[in-house]
């Protein structure tokens, strides 16, 4: 529990995430769990979630996951998919690897509601610098 504190508190540093309301939930090797409390600064003006809600907690996941055992790995290409409507105020993203090379990652990003129900599946490729 220590640890995920303090990689809580190097992450706050990720302002605009953290803003949008991106809590880490659990770490593990390179694997993060992130949620985000949904409320109506969320919302777009047809009522929905705005995409980009999406996006942020998936990428904080994505940086999380890729950088809080060693800092410097940043994302090259994304590729999202809204599959979903959260039936839920809480959305939960989890960041697994699927390829760790020497120069570049590939990770996979879903992200559900607290019913998991799925909303968004996101594939994110890394460089490390």
């Given amino acids: 529990m220590e640890e995920l504190e303090k990689i809580r508190e190097i992450f706050r540093n990720d302002r605009y995430a953290t803003e949008t309301g991106a809590v880490i939930d659990e770490i593990g090797d390179h694997y993060a769990k992130c949620s985000l409390t949904l409320n109506e600064h969320h919302k777009n003006a047809a009522g929905g979630i705005m995409g980009g809600v999406y996006f942020t907690l998936a990428d904080f996941t994505f940086a999380v996951a890729t950088n809080w055992q060693k800092m410097g790995t940043v994302s090259i290409n994304s590729d999202i998919s809204f599959i979903?409507?959260?039936?839920?105020?809480?959305?939960?993203?989890?960041?697994?690897?699927?390829?760790?090379?020497?120069?570049?990652?590939?990770?996979?990003?879903?992200?559900?509601?607290?019913?998991?129900?799925?909303?968004?599946?996101?594939?994110?490729?890394?460089?490390?610098k």
Wanted: aromatic share 8%; hydrophobic share 40%.
């Fill in 84 to 128: 979903g409507v959260p039936k839920s105020d809480r959305i939960i993203a989890e960041a697994q690897l699927i390829k760790d090379g020497r120069t570049t990652c590939c990770y996979n990003v879903f992200i559900s509601d607290e019913l998991g129900n799925p909303v968004a599946a996101v594939k994110f490729v890394g460089f490390h």
